[in-house]
């Protein structure tokens, strides 16, 4: 499956990556906690530029990060290096339809997909790829799902995000906006993003990129046929602060699949 995002809109430049992952960490923490940091193997499903990997690598799990992406892998070596911990990590170029195949006979305690990966996905892409990612679970491991909860503005026929004013990892001046609104209600939503940016870091000129990225609505219901086998435990959360999910109220549908020993 082909995915809209383009290499002239970095991922990295939508995120203030440190805020973020001080907010996330102590949720990872806490999933990651019961493994043997030395012998544990941790996957970062589309990992985009490596920010999470670079985190439990620090933390000194080995990771290893998969992204459709070859701007996204180059810039996630780069990130390990700077942080020293390339020893530690390992980026792959991949289809995560094929991830399986992909990493082989390889498996993982703690696998995580999350930022909205799967919603890019119809629904028989999505119960292909969850199942390839469990069949890719030690006993006793753990996968984490992350989307969006759309439902949340269900009554809304578009919302707006907070603009982003900041420099960027070049030193340009970017400014972006992002706009939300139903394609097919409860179903389908189209993303907007709208980036302005410096030509050069001393320019007075400024080019305007205008993007449009599909989501599929994901629902607790979708999970429904992990729930019907024996061998793995569902828990579905609304945020990274463990508090329940409601689907009308929400911010994350947050799915933890917990395989069985």
Known sequence: MEIEWKDEILYKDLVKWACRLKREAPFFKDLVKSFDVKNSQVLDVSCGTGFHSVMLAKWGYCSVGVDISEQNIKEADNLAKNEEVESKVEFILGDILDIQNLLADRKFDFIYCIGNTLAIFDLHERKKIIQQLTNLLKPGGKL???????????NETEWFYKPNLMRTSDGLLNFQIRMMDWKEHSE?????????????????????????TEFYVLKKKDFQFMSEQKTFELKFLGDYNFNQFDEEKSNDLVVIIKKKN
């Open 188 to 212: 389908k939503i189209n993303m907007y993003i709208h980036r302005i940016i410096q030509d050069t870091s001393n320019s007075d000129m400024f080019e305007l990129i205008q993007k449009k």
């Open 144 to 154: 984490l799902i992350q989307v969006v909860n759309y439902l949340a503005h269900s």
